[in-house]
């Protein structure tokens, strides 16, 4: 048997940046001769953060400066990398993925990390691809990992290429419509906006990011875009897009076809209306699907043992004899780049220890609710949890009074709102718009599983002019989680800082804090700043 027969052979489908962190975690095994690592991506480009890419479209950032991985760094290491290129079929009899350029390549254990694509709404005027079974059988190998082609003046903002698209709008300072107010679509929307373009969010809901947010935040906040030159049409329920035909006889955008008749006109269609599982993959080749590829808790396929789902392409679920029987499982993929880093991380030490014939290290990760930020100059939105509880509710006659409790604070007026939801004392959840300081203390304290002050007015005066009357020593207190989407501590930072990371790129290079959702950079600045200062006023 030769050295590579010996190693266990684990192939990775999908180069961005959940199968780039799990490509990194499996380098030490590599190195060591335990492992034969094949990584194959779909993109001709490395892997980049795609949370980041709205800042392309306005200038604020390019494809370097997101980029998390150099896959040259990885085949010097041994990795067989394959780019631009897709994986066309999984024969799980004899172990081998067949891929677009005819090669075969055979596998012990095989990690889908295919991500999501953007969703397409049901629209007249606007194909929306099917990837059911039979759908997908029809269509043969080209369907796996394609995404559909949409008209002239439509697009999503996924990749590089629809960065570009949307940039040339941007810089034209063209009338660019947005179809949905999640997260992504209004951090985007608002970007826009404050480089000049003219901008309107269409949702059919009656406030924005209605997932995370309660009627009296999603008011605020919907106040806010306004103010900050946003047009927000709420209550439109989208039911087609109407087209004109330019001087080269294409046929383009020109509104958006609302179900009360409104033609909400435009230069540009970007649909921002979630995204959804890259499953196809694995429906062709036999695996339970669902949200998306269903795996247990140590995200193994319920199919197949030797296969494995990450990112935002797993469903996990735990498996039992109920869970085994449903017909639609709980649950979906979590959508988010943080949990998907945890998967990666933790399967890298699964896998590594497979192959090294020990046991496992340690149980794979419980993600609890994820904190939700809305990142934008002008406004601060942050929120946890299930916040849509109203503060009078109470139990019926006769029951004892619920162990949770809800606190409201509103100030429309100046944009400020604050919701918190707790469980003896404990804070479950949150919403809080425009009151940074605020919104930072609570997210610390969610994180930390702290309680609350018992008068929960004394959070107000965070984002007050005595607002360091109170500031919480947990803020800096070494093991309090600055990078939520990598787990990066007070502690490490300071190393960092001690080390010669004097900015937040360097931090980002040395610890990976700030390259997820960008949401821990003011913070990041903050503690720098902090522990330079304290090193100089050290005596010598």
């Known amino acids: 048997m030769s050295d590579r027969e010996s190693r266990l052979r684990v192939v990775i489908v999908g180069f961005g940046p959940v199968g780039a962190r799990l490509c990194e975690e499996l380098l030490p095994a590599m190195k060591k001769g335990l492992i034969d690592l ?30 998390l991985h150099d896959p040259q760094a990885s085949m010097n290491a041994g990795v067989h990398v394959h780019l631009d290129t897709r994986v066309t079929d999984i024969d799980r009899l004899s172990r081998q993925v067949e891929l677009s350029t005819g090669e075969s390549v055979s596998y012990d254990r095989l990690v889908l990390a295919t991500g999501a694509r953007a969703n397409v709404p049901t629209l007249t005027g606007i194909d929306r691809p099917a990837f059911d079974l039979s759908s997908l059988s029809r269509a043969g190998s080209g ?15 996924r990749d590089l290429a629809d960065a570009e698209r949307v940039r040339a709008a941007v810089d034209e300072r063209s009338r660019i419509i947005v179809l949905g107010a999640g997260v992504l679509g209004l951090e985007f929307a608002l970007l826009a906006a404050k480089a000049g373009a003219e901008v309107g969010v269409v949702h059919h809901g009656p406030t924005p990011m209605p997932r995370s947010l309660d009627r009296g935040s999603g008011t605020v906040l919907s106040r806010a875009l306004r103010a900050s030159g946003v047009a927000v049409y709420a209550h439109s329920r989208a039911e087609a897009v109407a087209f004109h035909t330019d001087g080269d006889g294409v046929r383009t955008f020109d509104a958006l076809v609302t179900a009360d008749g409104n033609y909400v006109r435009g230069d540009l269609l970007v649909l921002s209306c979630g995204v959804g599982a890259r499953a196809e993959l694995a429906t062709l080749a036999g695996l339970r699907t669902a949200a998306g590829i269903v795996v247990d808790e140590n995200f193994r396929s319920w199919t197949d043992e030797h296969i494995y ?43 590594t220890a497979d192959a090294a014939g020990e046991a496992i290290p340690m149980a794979a990760p419980v ?46 007026q100046h944009g400020r709102y604050l919701k918190v939801v707790t469980r003896d004392g404990i804070l479950e959840a949150f919403a809080c718009v425009g009151m940074p300081r605020t919104g930072a203390e609570l997210t610390l304290l969610y994180d930390r599983r702290g309680e609350l002050p018992a008068d929960r007015s004394l959070l107000l005066r965070l984002d007050g002019a ?34 010669g990371s004097d900015t937040v790129a360097c931090l980002g290079r040395d610890t990976r804090a700030g390259t997820g959702c960008g949401g821990c950079k003011p913070r990041l600045a903050e503690l720098i700043d902090r522990f330079a200062s304290a090193a100089q006023a050290a005596p010598a």
Not at 143 to 155: C, K, N, S, Y
Request: charged share 25%.
């Open 367 to 412: 993600e609890r609710d994820t904190v939700v930020m809305l990142k934008a100059d002008e406004i601060d939105v942050v929120a946890v949890g299930d916040v849509d509880v109203d503060v009078w509710d109470s139990p019926p006659p006769g029951e004892p009074m619920p162990h949770r409790h809800v606190a409201e604070w509103a100030d429309p």
């Open 38 to 67: 094949t990584v194959i991506g779909a993109e001709k480009e490395a892997p980049y953060n795609r949370v980041r890419v709205a800042e392309m479209t306005v200038g604020r950032t390019d494809a370097a400066s997101i980029t």
């Open 143 to 157: 369907a796996i990992g394609a995404d559909p082609a949409l008209p002239a003046g439509v697009t999503v903002l």
């Open 466 to 499: 005595d607002d360091g009357a109170i500031a919480s020593a947990d803020a800096f207190a070494p093991t309090a989680t600055v990078c939520w989407c990598n787990g990066v501590t007070v502690q490490r930072i300071e190393e960092s800082v001690a080390a």
């Open 309 to 351: 789902a990450i990112g935002d392409c797993a469903h996990v679920v735990e498996r039992t004899d109920d869970t085994a029987a449903l017909t639609r499982l709980p649950g979906a993929p979590s959508g988010l780049i943080g949990p998907g880093w945890r998967q990666a991380d933790w399967l890298g030490h699964r896998l």
